[in-house]
């Protein structure tokens, strides 16, 4: 069987496939169907390995993991951490580290997702913003969190990332302690790797707890 890899508009890897997901009759038809619960990286790291152009690679500090069910099965996945320069923002901000949809998802399945993600935050934590980066580099441009009500802040300079054996890594791989690390600083010396001059990322907030206007 012959897959298509492509980037869908906001970042998303997405597989065309002959065979559906799920069994016969039983892919969702409208976002409406999923239930949004806290699980486990474990639960989706797989969806991210194969749809998401950064794969299952992901750094310290995850706070939750929330999951998209429908009739047994995991849809998707959502990974909510610490923001990595805590000086430069709010007090219980965080950062939508990853986001990632089976391409058996209906139509506004991402922006549904993350509406309900925001409703869970506000129900079980203190959170009071949600930070989340679209990366340009890869067509993302933030369409999903803008119809989730996410505002634009601000373009950030232009990213440098590493592309190895066809995927994208975060330069912070080239010194942390990680099986991985080890061979892709060895594939960077004769080659096999390279450091890329990206394209800047957007990044977009919600404000869970809005500050209070002085009368």
């Given at each position: 069987?012959?897959?298509?890899?492509k980037?869908?508009?906001?970042?998303?890897?997405?597989?065309q496939?002959?065979?559906?997901?799920?069994?016969?009759g039983?892919?969702?038809?409208s976002p409406?169907?999923?239930?949004?619960?806290?699980?486990?990286?474990?639960?989706?790291?797989e969806?991210?390995?194969k749809?998401?152009?950064?794969?299952n690679?992901?750094?310290?500090?995850?706070?939750?993991?929330?999951?998209?069910?429908f009739?047994?099965k995991i849809?998707?996945?959502i990974v909510?951490?610490k923001?990595?320069?805590?000086?430069?923002y709010?007090?219980?901000?965080?950062?939508?580290?990853?986001?990632v949809?089976?391409?058996?998802?209906?139509?506004?399945?991402?922006?549904?997702?993350?509406s309900?993600?925001i409703?869970w935050?506000r129900?079980n934590?203190?959170i009071?913003?949600?930070?989340?980066?679209?990366?340009?580099?890869?067509?993302?441009?933030?369409?999903?969190?803008?119809?989730?009500n996410?505002?634009?802040?601000?373009?950030?300079?232009?990213?440098?990332h590493?592309?190895?054996?066809g995927?994208?890594y975060?330069?912070?791989?080239?010194?942390?302690d990680?099986?991985?690390?080890?061979?892709?600083?060895?594939?960077?010396?004769?080659?096999k790797a390279?450091v890329v001059?990206?394209?800047p990322k957007?990044?977009?907030?919600?404000e869970?707890?809005q500050k209070?206007?002085?009368?």
């Amino acid at each position: 069987m012959e897959n298509k890899n492509k980037l869908s508009g906001d970042g998303v890897k997405v597989t065309q496939q002959t065979i559906q997901f799920g069994d016969s009759g039983s892919i969702p038809t409208s976002p409406h169907q999923f239930r949004i619960m806290k699980g486990k990286f474990s639960d989706f790291s797989e969806l991210l390995e194969k749809w998401h152009y950064k794969s299952n690679k992901i750094g310290g500090g995850i706070s939750h993991h929330l999951v998209l069910r429908f009739n047994g099965k995991i849809y998707g996945g959502i990974v909510i951490g610490k923001m990595r320069h805590t000086k430069n923002y709010e007090e219980n901000a965080v950062e939508l580290r990853r986001m990632v949809l089976h391409p058996d998802c209906p139509k506004n399945t991402a922006s549904y997702f993350l509406s309900k993600t925001i409703w869970w935050l506000r129900k079980n934590t203190n959170i009071s913003i949600v930070y989340t980066f679209a990366d340009t580099s890869v067509g993302h441009i933030g369409t999903c969190y803008k119809a989730a009500n996410f505002k634009f802040v601000k373009k950030t300079p232009p990213t440098t990332h590493v592309l190895w054996k066809g995927k994208i890594y975060h330069p912070r791989s080239l010194t942390i302690d990680r099986p991985y690390s080890y061979q892709l600083r060895k594939d960077i010396e004769v080659g096999k790797a390279e450091v890329v001059k990206g394209k800047p990322k957007l990044l977009f907030k919600y404000e869970l707890k809005q500050k209070l206007k002085k009368k």
